[in-house]
Nanobody
Framework: QVQLVESGGGLVQPGGSLSLSCAAS????????MGWYRQVPGKQRELVAL???????GYVDSVKGRFTISRDNAKNMVLLQMNSLKPEDTAVYYC?????????WGQGTQVTVSS
């Protein structure tokens, strides 16, 4: 079983930056893909950023050039650096890991962008 623990959410002003981290209970070399999703009330959960072993990271169009996903294999962590934040980035952000056909989810962390 894989457990994911997230941290780094909070309240920031528009134009500010925030870093999210997700710690996995297993070595991430065994994880096929890790990503960040977000969800607002009344809307479907949205893929924000995805990283895999054999491909370049991918991003939803709305965050390209502002968000960066990365791995720290030694610490079994995946990170999301968020810059130039906008109010529409406000959401609950979830860490996701996939091993074969099984997906694992973190508990979610609230990100609020407001003046």
């Amino acid at each position: 079983q894989v457990q994911l623990v997230e941290s780094g959410g909070g309240l920031v002003q528009p134009g500010g930056s925030l870093s999210l981290s997700c710690a996995a209970s297993v070595s991430i070399f065994s994880i096929n893909a890790m990503g960040w999703y977000r969800q607002v009330p009344g809307k479907q959960r949205e893929l924000v950023a995805l990283t895999t072993s054999g491909a370049r990271p991918g991003y939803v169009d709305s965050v390209k050039g502002r968000f960066t996903i990365s791995r720290d294999n030694a610490k079994n962590m995946v990170l999301l650096q968020m810059n130039s934040l906008k109010p529409e980035d406000t959401a609950v952000y979830y860490c996701n890991a996939r091993i074969d056909s099984t997906s694992y989810w973190g508990q979610g962390t609230q990100v609020t962008v407001s003046s």
